[in-house]
């Protein structure tokens, strides 16, 4: 039987899906995703074919975090603060004099305050925080690029965000999800998921098991639809086997409204049956599939079925904004991330280079903490095990979650007696 480590404490253990239970290939998936837009960029709305060109400058741009600035087609790297450490103008670097002259002496980006406690998206501030998103921001940057170069000068306002936001939609796209109605990206995903996916390992499987043979409650809260979900469960652990693991399936979660009380009366709930979504108002019940719904639903399910009013949880995810504040907020949660950035930056002995690749960036620095930017500059273990985490991502995580780990295979890998054994409280040196 496998150790439980600190998950044997809590009463139930939930999990979000992707880059958490679900571990991508990250350089095709993330190639993937650029590419789908990409192609309905060109294809759909006539922009430069330029951006259809995927290479290493382009996934080096592409970076977890960073702060969009629509109107003047600026990509920013904030501080807690809200002050701006580094900055984009398209894909070049902006100096001080330029920064100042957009945001004033302070460096400041204006309505900050709105996010800066909620790390929530706004009408007005919009971040690019998971590996979803970050290929628009190299997309958009380029076209920025493209745009002043056409006309041999910055314009006053880029106005093409909306036809990226649509490209999306168009690449993610499904309604009935037969491979006539996806898009291009479930399409290839989903008919080749071994280019773009890693199954679970035999030890996290009889990890789960354990788990659940010594009486813990088994969850997963995902953005993704429920079919999209499905298919990849049946993909990473087995159909039957995820199936048999988990009480509760809660797929197109909202998060992290689906955390937020106040919002419980803003979401429908639809049970999943036979290839059917049907509505749902009754109580959750074991090995339920859900998709939309509240968390509401789901304490009520987990205190029942544990007999405690306010049974202990144990949440993995990989988003700051939806796994780890969303959560932190509203629930008394015991919280985990689950960041590439860590394994890259905080491991002297990670073997994962493809990986190295995709999440270090010389052109943005750590995740975790800004220094000036110089001709050899790269991220080191010495400086995120040493310095101050000042950026807004690194303050935030600091803040909110519990502890963070490189994966959920880490977790399993290396069983601790307690949350401050794990970064950032302690650092360890084993190869993973």
Not at 153 to 182: H, L, N, T
Not at 246 to 257: C, E, L, Q, R, W
Not at 279 to 303: A, Q, R, V
Not at 364 to 378: I, K, L, N, R
């Amino acid at each position: 039987m496998a150790q439980l480590g600190i998950a044997e404490r809590f009463d139930a253990i939930g999990f979000d899906l992707d880059h958490t239970l679900l571990r991508y290939k990250l350089q095709p998936f993330i190639k993937l995703i650029y590419e789908s837009v990409a192609h309905h960029m060109v294809h759909d709305f006539g922009y430069d074919e330029r951006i259809l060109q995927f290479d290493d400058e382009v996934l080096e741009f592409c970076f977890k975090g960073t702060f969009l600035d629509q109107r003047r087609g600026n990509f920013l790297k904030l501080a807690v603060d809200g002050s701006i450490v580094r900055g984009y103008h398209g894909t070049r670097q902006m100096d001080d004099d330029e920064l100042i002259a957009d945001y004033g002496k302070d460096k400041k980006l204006p309505n900050f305050a709105e996010v800066k406690d909620t790390y929530e998206y706004t009408n007005t501030c919009f971040f690019y925080d998971g590996y979803y998103e970050i290929s628009g921001s190299a997309i958009g940057a380029q076209l920025v690029d493209y745009m002043d170069e056409k006309r041999r000068k910055r314009i006053q306002r880029y106005q093409f965000w909306g036809d990226i936001f649509k490209s999306f939609m168009k690449a993610f796209a499904f309604e009935d999800f037969k491979e006539s109605s996806r898009g291009r990206f479930f399409n290839l995903l989903l008919d080749q998921p071994e280019n773009y996916a890693e199954r679970c390992s035999d030890s996290v499987i009889n990890w789960l098991k354990s788990l659940r043979q010594n009486g813990k409650k088994l969850f997963i809260i995902t953005y993704s639809s429920v079919e999209a979900a499905s298919l990849m469960l049946d993909y990473i652990l087995g159909a039957d086997t995820w199936r048999q693991l988990f009480d509760v399936v809660s797929t197109d979660a909202k998060k992290p409204g689906f955390f937020n009380p106040e919002k419980a009366k803003e979401y429908s709930c639809f049970v999943y049956r036979d290839g059917k979504k049907e509505s749902f108002n009754g109580k959750w019940i074991e090995h339920g599939i859900y998709t939309e719904g509240h968390s509401i639903k789901l304490i009520e399910y987990l205190s029942s079925s544990v007999g405690k009013n306010d049974p202990k949880v144990l949440y993995f995810g990989d988003s700051v904004r939806a796994d780890i504040v969303g959560p932190k907020r509203f629930l008394p949660w015991t919280c985990g991330l689950i960041s590439d950035e860590i394994g890259t930056e905080g491991f002297l002995h990670n073997q994962d280079e493809s990986r190295k690749k995709c999440v270090n960036s010389k052109l943005w620095g750590s995740f975790f903490y800004d220094t000036p930017v110089t001709a050899d500059s790269s991220n080191s273990v010495d400086g995120i095990r040493n310095c101050e985490w000042n950026t807004f991502w690194g303050v935030g995580i600091n803040k909110y979650s519990d502890f963070c780990v490189p994966s959920l295979q880490y977790f399993v890998d290396h069983p601790k007696s307690s949350l401050e054994q794990y970064p950032p409280h302690e650092w360890s040196d084993a190869t993973f």
